[in-house]
């Protein structure tokens, strides 16, 4: 299985926030910390928003925290959120892309059963499992 490089970096951001629960982070500090365009960074953190798993807040003490304490964030939420509307494969999307296999692969129900495997290990775990130590002062 691959995840997109929004779903990782999505993952990055949720387990610095909850390597220090009580601190607000800035996208600007994600982007000088992963060498990433801070933009990307703003789209996925307001997934992370709408998804109910960050808050944000403005102004001089404003940032991201997290929205519920990490233990209660499941990874495998957390990825169907961010991956949501990229498919595994082609044929996996609603429209069911341009595959001209389609009613004679039975390689479709093999990948349907790895990604659904895949995705109940990840319910087996919290943010809280993954949060990353403290990144110790320059």
């Known amino acids: 299985m691959r995840l997109t490089s929004f779903t990782d970096y999505g993952l990055r951001m949720l ?25 990307h960074l703003a789209k996925i953190m307001q997934r992370l928003s709408r998804g109910g798993l960050v808050e944000t807040r403005r102004g001089g003490r404003g940032g991201a925290v997290l929205a519920q304490p990490a233990e209660r964030i499941v990874l495998g939420n957390v990825v169907r959120l961010l991956e949501d509307g990229h498919s595994l494969v082609e044929c996996f999307t609603p429209e069911g ?8 692969c039975r ?10 495997a895949f995705l109940a290990d990840l319910d087996k775990a919290t943010l809280a499992d993954v949060a990353l130590a403290p990144l110790s002062p320059a």
Do not use: H
């Not at 800035?26 to 990433?36: D, H, N, Q």
């Not at 892309?97 to 004679?104: A, S, Y």
């Open 15 to 39: 387990m610095r926030m909850a390597s220090e629960p009580e601190r607000a982070f800035t996208t600007a500090e994600f982007a000088a910390e992963f060498v990433l365009s801070r933009n």
């Open 97 to 104: 892309g341009t595959c001209t296999l389609n009613g004679r």
């Open 107 to 116: 390689l479709k129900a093999r990948l349907r059963s790895a990604e659904a």
